[in-house]
């Protein structure tokens, strides 16, 4: 059982240059979520995915796209990355049917040079 | 919007010693505050949770206090041990926000042998 799964683990890009996060979960849960985690701010909230084909903003929406693939799979695009964007990025799910415990991926740590 | 607040932001103590992390929240229909433990490289982990209908909740070493009158729940490690040193968040989540968790902005625990 590998929980969630995020790829990449690390990646460099140049201003300007686009790339897609992804990350996938075998938990069979409803909810998926993207946060990005930047020091002394702790984890906030990118956009979400209460359920499948529903996709929301959360608290720092801006420079970002998700896509809802299936119940399994959550991406989060970066149009055009910008240094601000650099950060490491959390991908979690849960199921409402266990209450409101989420469980989160390794993180993708992302440059933007 | 839900605002969690946590303090204190770094926590050194000594082998053996107790730890205790401070969070205050905002929104008084948050129903539920998880606790997470973040070792580096790694996602945060949910370590223990409470839900706004219990005032204790208590595993092991780790217990959680919650007080709704004032919108504030505590972290309480006993007998501290140098695999508890990490990074914990509080968060809290309530039904009018769409269960999504609102992080606090951590603690990161040193535990000096």
């Known amino acids: 059982n590998a929980g969630v799964t995020q790829t990449p683990k690390f990646q460099v890009l140049k201003t300007g240059q686009s790339m897609t996060l992804q990350c996938a979960q075998d938990?069979?849960?409803?909810?998926m979520y993207w946060y990005r985690q930047d020091p002394g701010m702790g984890l906030r909230l990118i956009y979400y995915?209460?359920?499948?084909?529903?996709?929301d903003k959360g608290e720092v929406p801006n420079g970002y796209n998700v896509s809802r693939l299936n119940k399994r799979e959550f991406s989060l695009r970066l149009e055009s990355a910008a240094p601000s964007q650099t950060s490491v990025y959390f991908c979690a799910s849960r199921d409402l049917g266990l209450g409101y415990g989420y469980t989160f991926g390794s993180g993708t740590r992302l440059t933007v040079v | 919007g839900e605002n969690v607040e946590q303090h204190p932001s770094t926590l050194s103590v000594q082998e053996g010693d107790s730890a205790v992390i401070k969070c205050t929240y905002s929104?008084?229909?948050?129903?539920?505050f998880p606790w997470y433990k973040q070792e580096l490289g790694k996602g945060p982990q949910l370590i223990i949770d409470?839900?706004?209908?219990?005032g204790e909740k208590k595993d092991q070493r780790i217990a959680v206090t919650l007080n709704k009158t004032a919108k504030h729940f505590s972290l309480h490690i006993t007998e501290t041990q140098p695999e508890d040193s990490a990074v914990y968040f509080c968060?809290?989540?309530?039904?009018?926000?769409?269960?999504?968790?609102?992080f606090g902005g951590g603690t990161r625990v040193l535990v000096k042998p």
């Open positions: 929104d008084s229909a948050s129903n539920y």
């Open positions: 995915s209460a359920s499948e084909g529903t996709t």
């Open positions: 968060a809290a989540a309530g039904r009018a926000a769409g269960n999504k968790l609102t």
């Open positions: 409470i839900r706004s209908n219990v």
């Open positions: 938990m069979n849960h409803n909810s």
